[in-house]
Structure formats: structure tokens, C-alpha cells
């Protein structure tokens, strides 16, 4: 049975830095990809990025491009997200799945992958 087991959250101010880490298992990171998600409140949880070992594929949204940063350790079977200099829109509980990218015009959206759970989701709030 797949598991996603997340850690890292927590709370900074404006201009930190914050990595989160979810374990997985059940299947292997090398063999998906792997992406992060947030919802903040009131809003709808949105992908927003994305990494592919199959062939080194990274995708990150705008909002965090330049900021964020998605890795995998293959040896942990463990996925990373990097996140600097975090702004209070940041603020939100992020998840990590398997996704498969679908990329459509140019554009590249997440699809959470059916066979793989959610993380229990970590809280990061950013103060101003």
C-alpha cells in the first residue's frame, strides 16, 4: 500500500527559507513523477511544480519559479521542495503526490495520479 508521509512545514517570516520532505512508499520516486501541491484559504489546491525522474523534466508554476525548488533523493525515496524567500502568499498547506503532466499549447498542468494517496499535508505560514 503506497504511503506519503510529509515533514517540514512550520512558520517564517517574509524572506525565509523552508524545505519540506515527503517519504514515500509502497512505490518509487524514480518511477513517477512527483509533484507538490498547496491550498491556501479559501482557494483551490493548485500544482505547482513538478519533477519527472523517468527523464529529468522539472516544471514549476510562475508564482514560485526562481524561488522554489523540487529534487528527489532515490536512495531515501524521498521527494524535497526547496522554498526561499517565501512571501505571505506562499502561506498554505502543501501536499506532495505521484502526478502525471499533461501538457497541452505550450501550458503544463498537474493530474494528480489515481494509484498514489496524498501526503497528510503540511501547514506553512509565512508572516509579513
Known amino acids: 500500500e503506497a504511503q506519503l508521509v510529509q515533514s517540514g512545514g512550520g512558520l517564517v517570516q517574509a524572506g525565509g527559507s523552508l524545505r519540506l520532505s515527503c517519504v514515500v512508499s509502497g512505490f518509487s520516486v524514480d518511477g513517477e513523477c512527483m509533484g507538490w501541491f498547496r491550498q491556501a484559504p479559501g482557494k483551490e489546491r493548485e500544482g505547482i511544480t513538478a519533477i519527472c525522474a523517468s527523464d529529468g523534466s522539472i516544471y514549476y508554476d510562475d508564482s514560485v519559479k526562481g524561488r522554489f525548488s523540487i529534487s528527489t533523493d532515490v536512495g531515501k525515496n524521498t521527494v524535497y521542495l526547496q522554498m526561499n524567500a517565501l512571501k505571505p502568499e506562499d502561506t498554505a498547506v502543501y501536499y506532495c503526490?505521484?502526478?502525471?503532466?499533461?501538457?497541452?499549447?505550450?501550458?503544463?498542468?498537474?493530474?494528480?495520479?489515481?494509484?498514489?494517496?496524498w501526503g497528510q499535508g503540511t501547514l506553512v505560514t509565512v508572516s509579513s
Open positions: 503526490k505521484a502526478v502525471q503532466v499533461v501538457i497541452q499549447g505550450g501550458s503544463w498542468s498537474l493530474r494528480p495520479h489515481g494509484f498514489s494517496p
